[in-house]
T-cell receptor, first 115, second 114 residues
Framework: DAGVIQSPRHEVTEMGQEVTLRCKPI?????LFWYRQTMMRGLELLIY????????DSGMPEDRFSAKMPNASFSTLKIQPSEPRDSAVYFC?????????????FGDGTRLSIL | AQSVAQPEDQVNVAEGNPLTVKCTYS??????LFWYVQYPNRGLQFLLK??????LVKGSYGFEAEFNKSQTSFHLKKPSALVSDSALYFC????????????FGDGTTLTVKP
């Protein structure tokens, strides 16, 4: 079990640039979650998918943020244009709905710095 | 709506002493409760869960948690703390009717001093 894989681990870019974060969930998991973690706001759920379909995107901060899941093994979170306040650690997590008591499995995150 | 409260931002204990990290929850139905731990520069890792049955749940690294339905609490405990237990701990709740989304608390930083 390779776990949830996120790339890149670190990203530093200038304000206004497009940023794309990538996630490979655990094989067989049908839920995928994107979170953002900051000191000020803690852990925030941005969006989650079930069977590649977005279920709840109410946590996406604004239209600059978009997420896709083109297939069961890949998801992206895109910020365009990026702003300094988007600096945070972004986590992807996956879980199985085989039974509703399954925990989420988190990747090690992407540390994003917008200059 | 479901919610979780971790009333303490920080818990400090001496190595070898027992530790408790508090969590209270609110859900409309039967709760599924989870504890996760986060070490620096890592993602959250699952520690233990309560679904049904025995109110005392045992998990990884010697941690356990006690479910109390009347007090709507799910406190994390360990009889003897280790310095290596120092980390950020999150409580999470999922409603029985919501197969996907969990609600996380704000986290409690545990510091174990030698």
């Amino acid at each position: 079990d390779a776990g949830v894989i996120q790339s890149p681990r670190h990203e530093v870019t200038e304000m206004g640039q497009e940023v794309t974060l990538r996630c490979k969930p655990i094989s067989g998991h049908d839920y995928l979650f994107w979170y953002r973690q900051t000191m000020m706001r803690g852990l925030e759920l941005l969006i989650y998918f079930n069977n590649n379909v977005p279920i709840d995107d109410s946590g996406m901060p604004e239209d600059r943020f978009s997420a896709k899941m083109p297939n069961a093994s890949f998801s992206t979170l895109k910020i365009q244009p990026s702003e300094p306040r988007d600096s945070a650690v972004y986590f992807c997590a996956s879980s199985s709905s085989g039974t509703t008591n399954q925990p989420q499995h988190f990747g090690d995150g992407t540390r994003l710095s917008i200059l | 709506a479901q919610s979780v409260a971790q009333p303490e931002d920080q818990v400090n204990v001496a190595e070898g002493n027992p530790l408790t990290v508090k969590c209270t929850y609110s859900v409309s139905g039967n709760p599924y409760l989870f504890w996760y731990v986060q070490y620096p520069n890592r993602g959250l890792q699952f520690l233990l869960k309560y679904i049904t049955g025995d109110n005392l749940v045992k998990g990884s690294y010697g941690f356990e948690a006690e479910f109390n339905k009347s007090q709507t609490s799910f406190h994390l405990k360990k009889p003897s703390a280790l310095v290596s237990d120092s980390a950020l701990y999150f409580c999470a709740v999922r409603d029985f009717t919501n197969a996907g989304k969990s609600t996380f608390g704000d986290g409690t930083t545990l510091t174990v001093k030698p």
